[in-house]
């Protein structure tokens, strides 16, 4: 069995009185395209930000790298290696494309406010140079060097969906989240995206959990796929596998259990 980079264990979240996740438990092994599927309101979100650390589960633990990050802050899981795209945007509108992607490798700086008054005589301006070379290789994976200057908020939807995703490569990550990165997008912008994931994956070896509601993408490049329905995991398997459960079938899709039968007589 291949070595899991990530290990969910019984994690449980409620808001008040609403339960967003309820025990789930799961792992997702190191180099793969995990995908969480499941109707509006099943929890996905909320099990991105638990994982992140933009929430903090009621109870329950997360494992990056063998290490438990169940406390850890957002930036502090960023600095182990974990990256983050958000449903909606979270671009600074008024930046250009390179900048918001130049503040992707922020946490990486060694050099500071004290460091910075003697930036020529210090390492601060080759760790910049260094950087910045980074950046635009990231530019370049991405076929957004036309628009490296612009400014983000200008951008067509499709466009700053792609300069978010460049943020979370900046950042070097082992496991990147990705949060819808194909809503709003048309048939060849999806297209694009597919093929920028797979990429990262294989080109890069960078893990990829991916919340997606397109079951055509989602069927053709994840390795895993995980469904929550209410907060509660229903099935994780192959793509095929869960596809074919009759619970996903009920829950996700809607089908009735005579139709279900049916298509199991036929």
Same mark, same amino acid.
């Given at each position: 069995?291949?070595?899991?980079?990530?290990?969910?264990?019984?994690?449980? /979240?409620?808001?008040?009185?609403?339960?967003?996740?309820?025990?789930?438990?799961? #792992?997702?092994?190191?180099?793969?395209?995990?995908? +969480?599927?499941? $109707?509006?309101?099943?929890?996905?979100?909320?099990?991105?930000?638990?994982?992140?650390?933009?929430?903090? $589960?009621?109870?329950?633990?997360?494992?990056?790298?063998?290490?438990?990050?169940?406390?850890?802050?957002?930036?502090?899981?960023?600095?182990?290696?974990?990256?983050?795209?958000?449903?909606? /945007?979270?671009?600074?509108?008024?930046?250009?494309?390179?900048?918001?992607?130049?503040?992707?490798?922020?946490?990486?700086?060694?050099?500071?406010?004290?460091?910075? $008054?003697?930036?020529? *005589?210090?390492? *601060?301006?080759?760790?910049?140079?260094?950087?910045?070379?980074?950046? #635009?290789?990231?530019?370049?994976?991405?076929?957004?060097? $036309?628009?490296?200057?612009?400014?983000?908020?200008?951008?067509?939807?499709?466009?700053?969906?792609?300069?978010?995703? &460049?943020? &979370?490569?900046?950042?070097?990550?082992?496991?990147?989240?990705?949060?819808?990165?194909?809503?709003?997008?048309?048939?060849?912008?999806? #297209?694009?995206?597919?093929?920028? +994931?797979?990429?990262?994956?294989?080109?890069?070896?960078?893990?990829?959990?991916?919340?997606?509601?397109?079951?055509?993408?989602?069927?053709?490049?994840?390795?895993?796929?995980?469904?929550?329905?209410?907060?509660?995991?229903?099935?994780?398997?192959?793509?095929?596998?869960?596809?074919?459960?009759?619970?996903?079938?009920?829950?996700?899709?809607?089908?009735?259990?005579?139709?279900?039968?049916?298509?199991?007589?036929?």
């Amino acid at each position: 069995m291949a070595e899991s980079i990530l290990k969910v264990e019984k994690i449980s /979240l409620a808001f008040g009185g609403v339960k967003a996740l309820t025990d789930v438990s799961f #792992e997702v092994e190191k180099g793969s395209i995990f995908s +969480i599927i499941g $109707p509006n309101g099943a929890g996905k979100t909320s099990m991105l930000n638990c994982i992140s650390g933009r929430y903090q $589960p009621n109870s329950g633990d997360i494992y990056f790298n063998q290490k438990n990050v169940t406390n850890l802050r957002p930036n502090d899981r960023a600095d182990l290696g974990m990256g983050r795209t958000f449903q909606n /945007l979270a671009l600074f509108g008024h930046m250009t494309v390179l900048d918001n992607i130049m503040v992707g490798r922020h946490h990486l700086l060694k050099n500071n406010w004290l460091t910075g $008054p003697i930036y020529w *005589a210090s390492n *601060a301006q080759k760790e910049e140079l260094e950087h910045r070379r980074h950046v #635009e290789d990231v530019i370049d994976f991405l076929e957004i060097s $036309p628009i490296r200057k612009s400014i983000a908020g200008t951008l067509s939807y499709g466009l700053r969906k792609r300069v978010e995703l &460049a943020r &979370a490569i900046a950042l070097k990550p082992d496991l990147i989240l990705l949060d819808e990165p194909m809503a709003g997008m048309n048939l060849e912008e999806k #297209e694009d995206m597919a093929r920028y +994931i797979l990429d990262l994956n294989e080109a890069y070896g960078i893990t990829v959990i991916m919340i997606e509601h397109d079951m055509s993408v989602v069927m053709d490049i994840s390795h895993k796929v995980m469904v929550l329905d209410f907060g509660k995991k229903l099935i994780t398997g192959l793509p095929d596998e869960v596809m074919a459960d009759p619970h996903v079938k009920r829950a996700y899709l809607g089908i009735e259990d005579d139709e279900i039968d049916a298509q199991e007589a036929s």
